[in-house]
């Protein structure tokens, strides 16, 4: 089985800065695309931040020059550095990967975190 934890979430000012981080771990042979969500009250899900595993990234526009999506294979992480935070980036931020488990005669599965808050007070 594949577990993914995500730590960092927390109430931070406008303007301020947070970093996420999501660490995956268990039965993993490799990690294809890895991204992060998010999910305000009321709201869709949507696609915040995503990167292949070359490190090709892509941004919703809401975001763009703001956030940075990274990567470290060899932790099996992914990071999402939040900047320039604004009270409508509220929300709970989930991380997903696309894994490829040791058990290679399956397809890749699709793993979701258990969600961190994000709360920006103006």
């Known amino acids: 089985q594949v577990r993914m934890v995500e730590s960092g979430g927390g109430l931070v000012q406008a303007g301020g800065s947070l970093r996420l981080s999501c660490a995956a771990s268990?039965?993993?042979?490799?990690?294809?695309?890895m991204g992060w969500y998010r999910q305000a009250p009321g709201k869709q899900r949507e696609l915040v931040a995503g990167?292949?595993?070359?490190?090709?990234?892509n941004y919703a526009d809401s975001v763009k020059g703001r956030f940075t999506i990274s990567r470290d294979n060899a932790k099996s992480t992914v990071y999402l550095q939040m900047s320039s935070l604004k009270a409508e980036d509220t929300a709970v931020y989930y991380c997903?990967?696309?894994?490829?488990?040791?058990?290679?005669?399956?397809?890749?599965?699709?793993?979701w975190g258990q969600g961190t808050q994000v709360t920006v007070s103006s």
């Open positions: 997903n990967a696309d894994i490829q488990g040791r058990d290679l005669w399956r397809q890749p599965t699709r793993y």
């Open positions: 268990g039965s993993i042979f490799s990690i294809n695309d």
């Open positions: 990167i292949t595993r070359g490190g090709n990234t």
